[in-house]
């Protein structure tokens, strides 16, 4: 038989002994303490809410062509580097350099973009 994988949380306990839920006050604190998989999870997350933001802009204005998916490329990696970089100041050699932090969500944004702005689109504008 097939064995079931253990789900591992980080969850965290305060002084009785309770756990405390995920503080959103963390997402913006630079002197916060972030594993790999927390910072993976939320740049993972940031990146789909682009993902779809722009899926439904660009399918609404109407825009087409290949340039768009190099502007939402370009819009979503400066602004998951300006998260990592700038508001939460991680050193990026912890979690595995620029290019580990970047990708993070990466080809499943781009698919998700593309889905919304297809959609948006064809059903707007046809």
């Known amino acids: 038989m ?4 253990s789900v591992k949380f980080s969850l965290q306990q305060d002084q009785n002994g309770h756990l405390s839920p995920f503080k959103f006050a963390k997402l913006f604190d630079p002197e916060a303490s972030w594993d790999k998989d927390q910072l993976g999870d939320v740049l993972h997350w940031i990146r789909q809410a682009i993902a779809i933001v722009c899926g439904l ?28 970089g700038m508001i939460l100041k991680v050193d ?18 781009i698919t998700l973009f593309l889905l919304a702005w297809i959609l948006v689109y064809s059903l707007a504008h046809f």
């Open 57 to 84: 802009l660009w399918g609404a204005i109407p825009v087409v062509g290949g340039i768009w998916i190099v502007v939402f490329l370009v819009i979503s990696s400066a602004i998951i580097y300006g998260y990592y």
């Open 92 to 109: 990026e050699e912890d979690f595995g350099g620029h290019g580990a932090l970047l990708q993070e969500g990466l080809f499943a944004s």
């Open 2 to 5: 097939k064995e079931a994988k």
